[in-house]
Antibody, heavy 116, light 108 residues
Framework: QVQLQESGPGLVRPSETLSLTCSVS????????CGWFRQPPGKGLEWIGY???????DYNPSLTSRVTITLDTSRNEFSLRLTSVTAADTAVYHC??????????WGQGTLVTVSS | EIVLTQSPGILSLSPGERVTLSCRAS???????LGWYQQKRGQTPRLLIY???IRATGIPDTFSGSGSGTDFTLTITRLEPGDFAVYYC?????????FGQGTRLEIK
């Protein structure tokens, strides 16, 4: 059974960089689409982006100037980096994997609050 | 970008009732790559339907999806107490992947 676990700071100051890591067990990220979604408190779901070992990375155009998703196949992990955060970036961040863009597995999510 | 519009926004129903939720796309969804998710408070979204009409693993047959092109529906034939939640449609055909704004099912 594939399991995903997000880790990273729960509090980030405005204008700084949000960094999260997703550790994957029970499956190899080398053959999966790996990505991130987020959900602001009380609001809907938003796709951040996907990457794949042998394909291009795709990002939400609304975030593309600030976001980077990278893979570390040696650790079977992937990461999210979001720069210049504001309060609008406060959300539960979920990492996901799948055989395509349809999500097969979700991490439980981690709340990141942007506040000084 | 494919914009998904769900209707209605909120529904108040009783257990045992039948419900149909609508998801309309601003342009045709290629390959009908349209999914439906159920989300309860504080939980991860649960995939119900993918490719517009295929039930995901473990989803009871009280849930069904239909539609193609720009108009899609999710039907729950007989509401159970555990079905009262927020439902989202999602297209995963072309980037950016997008979601509808959600339909909340409430107990009347």
């Amino acid at each position: 059974q594939v399991q995903l676990q997000e880790s990273g700071p729960g509090l980030v100051r405005p204008s700084e960089t949000l960094s999260l890591t997703c550790s994957v067990s029970g499956g190899s990220i080398s053959s999966s689409f790996c990505g991130w979604f987020r959900q602001p408190p009380g609001k809907g779901l938003e796709w951040i982006g996907y990457t794949h070992y042998s394909k291009d990375t795709d990002y939400n155009p609304s975030l593309t100037s600030r976001v980077t998703i990278t893979l570390d196949t040696s650790r079977n992990e992937f990461s999210l980096r979001l720069t210049s955060v504001t309060a609008a970036d406060t959300a539960v961040y979920h990492c996901v994997t799948g055989g395509g863009w349809l999500v097969d597995y979700w991490g439980q999510g981690t709340l990141v609050t942007v506040s000084s | 970008e494919i914009v998904l519009t769900q209707s209605p926004g909120i529904l108040s129903l009783s257990p045992g009732e039948r419900v149909t939720l609508s998801c309309r796309a601003s342009q045709s969804v290629p390959k009908n790559y349209l999914g439906w998710y159920q989300q309860k408070r504080g939980q991860t979204p649960r995939l119900l339907i993918y490719d517009a009409s295929i039930r995901a693993t473990g989803i009871p047959d009280t849930f069904s999806g239909s539609g193609s092109g720009t108009d899609f529906t999710l039907t729950i034939t007989r509401l159970e107490p555990g079905d009262f939640a927020v439902y989202y449609c999602q297209q995963y055909a072309v980037p950016p992947i997008t979601f509808g704004q959600g339909t909340r099912l409430e107990i009347k």
